[in-house]
């Protein structure tokens, strides 16, 4: 049974093998999508392998987009409400790898704010090609600006509280990035972008008549520290839970000289709930060894009651799911 329970833990360990140097709080993973600053940088490797699988399928599913008449046009893309802009990288790959005919000229940088009325962009080539790639582009700009519009609302309404995604997001690592764009947190990028200690997880590798709290507490004291101590989160739904991570915790970072902090996700215990484990990991001298984020039932009406919660973050899917696109539309000038 012990031998199952540590391959059980060795696989999850595995599965978060992938490390970039950390900020105060680990939900930050932007260096892993980009690459310098928003002006002068690029995407990533990793970013830009994401961005031209979706553009690819986006283009793919259109079956070549219709024709259209001979010539030259221009057309323009105009916001009809206000926002932020997100994904001007998309839109250039999406263009460079199917539409090289096309010229482009921005009048808005990647997170700008747009009002109503604005001018995005300017778009020059064939009508053909004009056409096919109007209705991609307009998917591609209004869907990921939604969310960036949506994320920024949530970052001014959290205060000093960090605001991060889940790993539910339906396009991906496009997703991520509106929410980096947004001022949002990515949080992980994929089930191995780091070690996360869920309930499931906890079930799987308790041993016979033992409880959650000895169960996490072998798995904090059997972590390999050096590889997975810099992002670790431990899904937790009671306050006894979280101290029992925290005290694990702190003994093997003292044993080993560590000085990282573990992430405790107070799994829908609410506002309350959050500052009453805040409260009793203070009272234990524990607090400096975690970062604590809130899930489960945050909404942004919500976020005025977590700013005296204690958490350093919250996290919900909210951010970018189910989100309103925003108001685009491309306008077509004269053509020869």
Request: aromatic letters at 6%; hydrophobic letters at 40%; proline letters at 2%.
């Amino acid at each position: 049974m012990v031998a199952d329970c540590l391959t059980v833990l060795r696989t999850i360990q595995y599965m978060a093998s992938s490390r970039n140097p950390m900020k105060t709080i680990p939900h930050d993973r932007s260096s892993l999508l980009w690459s310098g600053d928003l002006e002068t940088g690029g995407p990533t490797d990793l970013f830009l392998n994401s961005i031209d699988g979706w553009v690819d399928a986006m283009v793919a599913d259109e079956h070549g987009g219709g024709d259209g008449p001979e010539g030259k046009v221009g057309a323009r893309v105009v916001s009809r409400q206000t926002g932020r802009i997100c994904g001007r990288p998309v839109v250039e790959r999406l263009l460079e790898r199917h539409f090289h005919g096309c010229e482009v000229e921005w009048h808005v940088s990647e997170g700008g704010e747009i009002f109503e009325g604005d001018v995005i962009l300017e778009l020059w080539g064939s009508y053909v090609q004009v056409l096919q790639a109007e209705r991609i582009l307009l998917n591609i700009l209004s869907g990921l600006s939604g969310i960036a519009t949506n994320v920024a609302l949530w970052s001014e309404a959290a205060g000093e509280i960090g605001v991060a995604a889940t790993r539910k997001a339906d396009w991906g690592l496009l997703h991520k990035w509106a929410v980096h764009v947004g001022g949002g947190l990515t949080h992980r990028l994929s089930r191995g972008d780091a070690l996360m200690i869920k309930e499931n997880d906890i079930a799987a590798i308790k041993m016979d008549g033992e409880g959650d709290s000895e169960a996490l507490r072998g798995v904090v004291m059997s972590m390999d520290m050096d590889e997975h101590s810099d992002f670790t989160v431990f899904e937790v739904r009671e306050i006894d839970q979280a101290l029992v991570v925290a005290s694990a915790w702190d003994y093997v970072q003292k044993m080993r000289g560590g000085a990282d902090r573990v992430v405790i996700l107070l799994d829908n215990m609410g506002p309350v709930g959050a500052r009453r484990v805040n409260e009793v990991l203070s009272e234990n001298n524990l607090r400096h060894w975690c970062v604590l984020e809130g899930s489960g039932r945050v909404d942004l009406d919500s976020l005025s009651e977590w700013n005296g919660s204690g958490v350093d973050v919250v996290s919900s899917s909210a951010l970018n799911r189910g989100v309103a696109p925003l108001d685009l539309s491309m306008l077509f000038e004269g053509g020869s």
